[in-house]
């Protein structure tokens, strides 16, 4: 089994919204990603969480809080969100040793009204 | 720190024709190589991984050569198909962690 999957698949909501995006691999992986893509751009790191540890936060506002409850999880907690946070959510994982080949989900499209 | 650069940004060929697509990288002691697949609003599918220890990696009609010396990286699609339409990227690590560096990625569009 070489999938990530992503919940939801789309998702709207207000500025004043609590939601959460959620990511799951039963891969083994023990390094899970999120990612932020926009139109027509590459994706951009967010965070990484490396044997359910956060070892990389790429300076993201803290409106987005992320949280790994187990190796094989990952969740995006979004709270008063703006309109420019809308965009392709994506998230990846990779084995965690020496091996950094990704593997992503679908993505959720998050559109910010 | 790595840098990753595709060139053309986007290509339009005929069905049947083979399609080449490059990658160029400023850092040469690249760690591996990843090209991606992706469809609009879809996420990323790993076509390809080629290891630093490599020259190329085939998958069917794709093979994807590495030239460290360079800095480019090429990813071949033989007879191509409209259901080859999709943007590519490359990525690589930045030396040795988690992060990738993306190129800006090359659209394709396979005309019927």
């Known amino acids: 089994d070489t999938e990530v999957t992503q919940t939801p698949k789309h998702l709207v909501m207000g500025m004043t919204n609590k939601k959460s995006l959620k990511c799951e691999q039963h891969?083994?992986?023990?390094?899970m990603y999120w990612y932020k893509q926009k139109a027509k751009k590459p994706p951009e790191l967010m965070f990484v969480?490396?044997?359910?540890?956060?070892?990389i936060n790429e300076s993201v506002p803290s409106r987005f809080s992320p949280e790994c409850p187990n190796s094989s999880l990952l969740n995006l907690h979004l709270h008063a969100l703006q309109p420019e946070d809308s965009a392709l959510y994506l998230c990846?994982?990779?084995?965690?040793?020496?091996?950094?080949?990704?593997?992503f989900g679908p993505g959720t499209r998050l559109t910010v009204t | 720190k790595q840098e990753v650069t595709q060139i053309p940004a986007a290509l339009s060929v005929p069905e049947g024709e083979n399609l080449v697509l490059n990658c160029s990288f400023t850092?040469?002691?690249?760690?591996?190589l990843q090209w991606f697949r992706q469809d609009p609003g879809k996420g990323l599918t790993s076509l390809l991984l080629?290891?630093?220890?490599?020259r190329e990696q085939t998958s069917g009609r794709l093979n994807a050569s590495l030239d460290k010396s360079s800095g480019r990286s090429t990813l071949y699609i033989a007879a191509s198909q409209p259901g080859d339409s999709a943007t590519y990227l490359c990525?690589?690590?930045?030396?040795?962690?988690?992060?990738?560096?993306f190129g800006a990625g090359t659209t394709v569009t396979v005309r019927a």
């Open positions: 080629i290891q630093s220890s490599q």
């Open positions: 990525a690589a690590p930045t030396s040795n962690d988690y992060k990738l560096s």
């Open positions: 891969m083994g992986h023990r390094a």
């Open positions: 969480y490396s044997y359910e540890k956060l070892s």
């Open positions: 850092d040469s002691a690249i760690y591996n």
């Open positions: 990846a994982s990779s084995r965690g040793d020496d091996s950094y080949e990704q593997y």
